[in-house]
């Protein structure tokens, strides 16, 4: 499609998270590096960090959802009290005002008629008397090039042309759908001079003025009516091409620990109760060692794709099997550094294995029991090469 495409010039940055079968990853390593001080990482939970990532969604840079976000009281029940990403996000996304115009799905909404276009989209300088500051950002943020004879080294040019057709026709008005399309009003008024040159509506990119007004930078908006296939579609640039669509899954965070050293949590002065408490209770890890002893039809499936087939029911501690959903779910193992040697070979196991029954069987390789999950990596041949040091640096990179 149109929209995804690679970039062409190298003055584009194109973000995409791309993670095994085209999945968004479910590791994300976020820096923001505010004016004047160093970087700093946040985590994808942090509630700065969907705004971040998508202005859009939240176009007065409010909060979005934490993990601390509390029902109201009338939805609270004993179990669930606290909001999960997936309710935050299906409201949200049910109430848009101002997203509304980028948006196509429902009838109401839908930008038909050329009048409609011209309400959202424009291809034309502001009038600097009317709208001073529009003008000012369209004529610093919305206008192309230039290019062609005027500026015959501008990166859009390829074989003498601009890959972007510009400069456009002048067109009296909006003409809807012209290969999906529609062709945006670009009257033939007087030039404005916009730095050293005289440009007119010709050379302007399309662009929602409040939208613009709101984040002062490039934002090219353009109507996409008959893409029908595409519910959530919408472009936003700045400083080159963010296409962006939003999925929302939902993680299940599975532990990764070592015989008898799962993590505990305790109150001071509680700690032998804790320990002993914690030593009956299982895991995600143990749990799943009980399912592939019990379900065979669970063999096939490795630990991190555990999650996609059953549920870890966390008051009994036990692994039943999914009626709904597991497309949208996916499970993530901890980082876990190549200082914290076993349980990091431990890890590399549980990515490879599927249906152990126990730590033991772990250890065990082609009938011989190893000693340390190092040495079975080292059996299975999962040391040959250097695919842990790139193993290692992949995760080094994610901290
Ligand atoms: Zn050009």
């Known amino acids: 499609m149109r929209r995804y495409n690679a970039p062409t010039l190298c003055t584009e940055v194109a973000a995409i998270f791309v993670g ?20 700093q990482s946040i985590s994808p939970l942090n509630q700065y960090c969907d705004p971040m990532t998508y202005p859009l969604l939240f176009p007065r840079g409010e909060c979005s959802w934490n993990t601390g976000m509390e029902h109201v009281e009338e939805r609270r029940t004993a179990k669930h009290t606290r ?9 949200r996304l049910s109430q848009r005002n ?13 930008i038909r008629t050329k009048d409609d276009i011209d309400k959202f989209v424009s291809a034309e300088l502001p009038d600097p008397c009317t709208d001073l500051r529009l003008f000012q950002i369209v004529t610093k943020c919305m206008v192309h090039g230039p290019c062609g004879t005027i500026n015959i080294n501008s990166p859009c040019m390829r074989d003498g042309q601009c890959c972007k057709s510009f400069p456009k026709q002048f067109k009296d008005d909006t003409e809807e759908k012209v290969n999906g399309y529609p062709i945006y009003c670009r009257r ?24 613009l007004k709101k984040f002062n930078a490039h934002i090219n908006v353009e109507v996409c009516a008959s ?7 919408y472009k936003y640039v700045y400083k080159g091409h963010v ?3 939003v999925k929302i899954q939902k993680e299940v965070r599975l532990a990764v620990h070592l015989p008898q050293q799962q993590p505990i949590v305790y109150k001071d002065g509680q700690e032998a109760q804790a320990i002993e408490r914690a030593a009956l209770r299982k895991t995600t890890l143990t749990s799943w060692f009980e399912l592939n002893k019990n379900d065979p039809s669970a063999h096939n499936i490795s630990y991190s794709d555990i999650p996609q087939y059953y549920v870890f029911d966390k008051s009994t501690a036990n692994w039943k099997k999914r009626q709904r959903g597991g497309q949208n779910v996916i499970g993530r193992l901890p980082v876990v550094s190549i200082l914290d040697t076993e349980r990091y070979y431990l890890r590399m196991l549980l990515l490879r294995k599927s249906g152990a029954i126990s730590f033991d069987d772990i250890l065990t390789v082609n009938g011989l029991r190893c000693i340390t999950f ?8 999962l040391l040959r090469g250097d695919q842990q040091w790139h193993d290692a640096l992949n995760e080094d990179a994610q901290f």
């Open 83 to 91: 909001v999960t990403q997936l309710q935050y996000y299906a409201y």
């Open 227 to 233: 893409v029908k296939s595409v519910k959530y579609l």
């Open 20 to 39: 095994d079968n085209g999945e968004p990853p479910a590791n994300r390593d976020i820096c923001v590096y505010p004016v004047g001080d160093t970087f």
């Open 374 to 381: 190092q040495q079975a990596c080292q059996e299975y041949g």
């Open 188 to 211: 033939a008024t007087e030039p404005d001079q916009v730095g050293k040159y005289s440009m007119d509506n010709r050379w302007v990119v399309p662009y929602n003025p409040w939208l």
């Open 243 to 245: 296409a962006a669509s």
């Open 98 to 110: 101002g997203f509304s115009i980028l948006h196509n799905s429902d009838s109401e909404s839908k």
